[in-house]
């Protein structure tokens, strides 16, 4: 079955600092990959996806992932983090119209 | 702007009572989700349908039962309510390439 691992539960960075959500995945094939975020009391929204190709996507707010097919590795990243960043994101793995998430990294930003 | 409703943010109901969680999408899709999520253990899928009358089980369907009667429309039962399903629960809808989108989601309190 596959599955989706986000080894960090919470993640400290100072508002400017770069950012890296890690996501790893489990599956035979390569699936479809996605980031969502999901602010206090909210629902989630979609950062960014992948499908085929360019292994590096943009997405919104400034984020960007790397597809690594060798390390099956799907991994957030944002250059300079502001404080609004402050959210719970999550890595998931789409197969058949249906999505797996990982558990979640919370993500805190410091003055 | 695409949308999936939820018709109630926060709902408190007893032991014992048959609630209803209420989900409308307006992007005519056929897939339809319905997620719990509790601190800890990220979301989980409790039932899907990828068409009208239609109905597959999740990860954790017990205690739950869901209804498709139109395409846009996917209701989550709890016959019988229980404190362990006090949770936030959240439905979707995604395309074909399962892109997601999320309502805002209800909390659901039982005592």
């Known amino acids: 079955a596959q599955s989706v691992t986000q080894p960090d539960i919470h993640i400290t960075v100072s508002e400017g600092a770069s950012l890296e959500l890690r996501c790893n995945y489990s599956y035979g094939a390569t699936p479809y990959l996605f980031w969502y975020v999901q602010s206090p009391g909210q629902g989630l929204q979609l950062l960014l996806k992948?499908?085929?190709?360019?292994?590096l996507v943009q997405g919104i707010k400034g984020f960007e992932a790397e597809f690594k097919r060798s390390q099956s590795s799907f991994n957030l990243r944002k250059p300079s983090v502001h404080w609004s960043d402050a959210a719970e994101y999550f890595c998931?793995?789409?197969?058949?119209?249906?999505?797996?998430f990982g558990k979640g990294t919370m993500l805190l930003v410091s003055p | 702007d695409v949308k999936v409703t939820q018709s109630s943010r926060y709902l408190v109901k007893r032991t014992g009572e048959k609630v209803f969680l209420e989900c409308v999408q307006d992007m005519d899709h056929e897939n339809m989700f319905w997620y719990r999520q509790d601190p800890g253990l990220g979301l989980r899928l409790i039932y899907f349908s990828y068409d009208v009358k239609m109905k597959e089980k999740g990860d954790i369907p017990e205690g739950y039962s869901v209804s498709r009667e139109k395409k846009e429309r996917f209701s989550l039962i709890l016959e019988s309510a229980s404190t362990n399903q006090t949770s936030m629960y959240l439905c979707a809808s995604s395309s074909p390439d399962a892109e997601a989108f999320f309502g805002q989601g209800t909390r659901l309190t039982v005592v």
């Open positions: 998931a793995v789409g197969l058949k119209s249906t999505l797996t």
């Open positions: 992948y499908f085929s190709g360019d292994t």
